[in-house]
């Protein structure tokens, strides 16, 4: 019998008025996370292997929520393509997938999904989860869509680094 449970808690798509590989190198990087991501305070540990957020680097969230540090892998980095991580934390494991397209030279669509893999037991009172991550998650994707678009436009040479 089956002891978990994974589901999808959020599939969003944000517009962001930068090139792909702009868009990609800030959001793949972990020590640029607490700049866009709201639940998040700070990162720790980072251990990169080759770039930040290259396949193989790993580091802790420490978030907004007490007692709740998840441990973070980026088990898939194709530059301006895809970045996948897992967090896992307990018997919780959180994935997000980063997928990006270019729309031309200055614009490209950012699609995030997210699943949690939990507890079979668990999984029935996770309906708040599923209801709120889609908003959390577009709302953080659109904040860094706005910082990286503020950046190029104060330095349209400056890149994400």
Do not use: C
Not at 4 to 28: H, K, M, N, P
Not at 104 to 127: D, I, M, N, Y
């Amino acid at each position: 019998m089956k002891s978990t449970a994974r589901l999808q808690i959020a599939d969003v798509t944000v517009q962001f008025g930068v090139a792909s590989e702009v868009a990609y190198d800030y959001l793949s990087d972990p020590g640029r996370r607490a700049e866009w991501q709201a639940s998040l305070l700070r990162v720790a540990d980072e251990a990169d292997v080759g770039e930040p957020g290259e396949a193989g680097s790993s580091w802790i969230d420490v978030t907004a929520v007490p007692f709740v540090r998840p441990t973070m892998e980026v088990v898939e980095s194709r530059r301006a393509q895809r970045w996948r991580e897992i967090g896992r934390w307990g018997p919780v494991d959180a994935a997000l997938t980063l997928d990006f397209e270019a729309q031309g030279k200055h614009s490209t669509l950012v699609r995030a999904r997210a699943h949690l893999t939990v507890p079979l037991v668990v999984a029935p009172g996770l309906l708040g989860v599923r209801v709120l991550a889609p908003t959390a998650l577009a709302a953080d994707l659109r904040t860094a869509a706005r910082l990286l678009e503020n950046r190029q436009t104060t330095d349209p040479h400056q890149e994400a680094s």
